[in-house]
Nanobody, 123 residues
Framework: QVQLEESGGGLVQAGGSLRLSCAAS??????MAWFRQAPGKEREFVGT???????????TYSDSVKGRFTISRDKAKNTMYLQMNSLKPEDTAVYYC???????????????WGQGTQVTVSS
């Protein structure tokens, strides 16, 4: 069983930065991901990072966040991070971390999910 817990959300002005954390317990599959969901919208892929020590922490990003967001991991702390810079009002959403054996962008392909953390970007 894998448990994921996000933290670090909050209210920030446009152009600002936030760093989200996702603490993992258990034996996660090799791919950790961030998704987000705005009110009235479907859950949207943000990016992934490979988890195991031998995988090199390879990352992927959606076009909407590429160049602004950075995903990293600290294996010693079993924690994944999402550094969000140059935030825009359209980044406002509940952000979720998720876990899967494969690098995929579809939410249904992820088996484990955290409870989410709210990020609100004011204009």
């Amino acid at each position: 069983q894998v448990q994921l817990e996000e933290s670090g959300g909050g209210l920030v002005q446009a152009g600002g930065s936030l760093r989200l954390s996702c603490a993992a317990s258990g034996r996660p599959f090799n791919v950790m991901a961030w998704f987000r969901q705005a009110p009235g919208k479907e859950r949207e892929f943000v990016g992934t990072i490979t988890w195991s020590a031998w995988s090199g922490g390879r990352t992927t990003y959606s076009d909407s966040v590429k160049g602004r967001f950075t995903i990293s991991r600290d294996k010693a702390k079993n924690t994944m991070y999402l550094q969000m810079n140059s935030l825009k009002p359209e980044d406002t959403a509940v952000y979720y971390c998720a876990n899967s054996p494969r690098t995929v962008v579809s939410a249904p392909d992820y088996e484990y999910w955290g409870q989410g953390t709210q990020v609100t970007v004011s204009s």
